[in-house]
Nanobody
Framework: QVQLVESGGGLVQPGGSLRLSCAAS????????MGWYRQAPGKQRDLVAD???????NYADSVKGRFTISRDNAKNTVYLQMNSLKPEDTAVYYC?????????????WGKGTLVTVSS
């Protein structure tokens, strides 16, 4: 099986920055798209950003211009640089990866890391 482990969450003041990391390990033949999702209390889990194996990126309108997603294929790791954080960014952030085995891709989820933006 595959494990995704997020790190980098925490408490930050409005306007501050955090950098999230997600490392994949286990039975990995390849990794296609990797992404970050978030879920605030009482809300749906929504896409924040994703990035293909070729480096193409996609962002939610609410974070565009503030967040940057990147990846290191050699480390099977995806990052999310979050700048100009707002209280409404407070959520549990989940890593997602489409991991290829020998025959097909499977979506895996991390357990999440909490980001709290508060003064």
């Amino acid at each position: 099986q595959v494990q995704l482990v997020e790190s980098g969450g925490g408490l930050v003041q409005p306007g501050g920055s955090l950098r999230l990391s997600c490392a994949a390990s286990g039975s990995i033949f390849s990794i296609n798209t990797m992404g970050w999702y978030r879920q605030a209390p009482g809300k749906q889990r929504d896409l924040v950003a994703d990035i293909t194996s070729g480096g193409s990126t996609n962002y939610a309108d609410s974070v565009k211009g503030r967040f940057t997603i990147s990846r290191d294929n050699a480390k099977n790791t995806v990052y999310l640089q979050m700048n100009s954080l707002k209280p409404e960014d407070t959520a549990v952030y989940y890593c997602n990866a489409a991991v290829g085995g020998k025959y097909y891709y499977t979506n895996y989820w991390g357990k999440g890391t909490l980001v709290t933006v508060s003064s």
